[in-house]
């Protein structure tokens, strides 16, 4: 499928090995969460992923996904949420809810499961 060779160019080798303990939630330290909310309603048709390493390099902080790409968001549902104390400036809200491209519909581009979900007879 050519949605899944763009999006994942490279062969998967076998997931490295993880120690137990670096993955154990009482190392992470505690992080205070601030929410970007999605305006309108819509499926996310498309993510500029590069968008949101840039923000999270530039402003050192960390950028969670609330929502994945094929996921229908009603408006204000958390789109991303930054792990800062510091409210969010609304330069840097415009720039993350631009990453995202939501639409009336799914489509295949970076949504492969969308193309290979079985059909209802």
Request: proline share 7%; hydrophobic share 40%; aromatic share 4%.
């Amino acid at each position: 499928m050519v949605a899944v060779d763009r999006l994942f160019p490279e062969k998967l080798g076998e997931e490295p090995a993880v120690d137990a303990e670096d993955q154990s939630p009482d190392t992470l330290p505690e992080r205070k969460w601030m929410a970007v909310p999605v305006k309108g309603n819509g499926y996310i048709q498309s993510l500029d992923d590069a968008t949101l390493l840039r923000v999270a390099r530039e402003h050192n902080t960390i950028v969670r996904m609330e929502c994945g790409i094929g996921e229908f968001v009603a408006e204000d549902t958390p789109l991303v949420s930054l792990a800062q104390d510091d409210p969010l400036d609304d330069d840097m809200i415009a720039e993350l809810r631009d990453a995202y491209g939501i639409g009336r519909h799914r489509t295949v581009v970076q949504d492969p499961g969308f193309g290979i979900r079985p059909s209802v007879a």
